[in-house]
């Protein structure tokens, strides 16, 4: 069973950078399509990015194209979300999810959160002005 474990949140300056990790305790994480999503307080959990199994394709909401990056190690079986030019309104929790079948590509399907089964507990990111 995956097991997800979310790090890398902190606090940071308007303009900072900061790169999210998610790692499966359980080393099963490689065969999986996988999601980050965020919430903030007083809203929905919104989509922010997915990679394919493989990692050679991904998916992001447009408006943080160029901005974040999804990438993972599946040698490490951790997913990255790399997060540059950071804005007070990306101040969150950050959820990354395991797709609810395996070996899939990243394709729009994977903006819903119907599309995942297993997620993390979340790391908080605050991005202060």
């Known amino acids: 069973q995956v097991q997800l474990v979310e790090s890398g949140g902190g606090l940071v300056q308007a303009g900072g950078s900061l790169r999210l990790s998610c790692a499966d305790s359980e080393r099963t994480l490689s065969a999986y399509a996988m999601g980050w999503f965020r919430q903030a307080p007083g809203k929905e959990r919104e989509f922010v990015a997915a990679?394919?199994?493989?990692?050679?394709?991904?998916y992001y909401t447009d408006s943080l194209k160029g901005r974040f990056t999804i990438s993972r190690d599946n040698v490490k079986n951790t997913v990255y979300l790399q997060m540059n030019s950071l804005k007070p309104e990306d101040t969150a929790v950050y959820y990354c999810?395991?797709?609810?079948?395996?070996?899939?590509?990243?394709?729009?399907?994977?903006?819903?959160?119907?599309?995942?089964?297993?997620w993390g507990q979340g790391t908080q990111v605050t991005v202060s002005s």
């Open positions: 999810a395991a797709d609810h079948v395996k070996f899939r590509s990243a394709t729009r399907t994977m903006r819903f959160i119907s599309e995942y089964d297993y």
């Open positions: 990679i394919g199994w493989t990692g050679t394709s991904t």
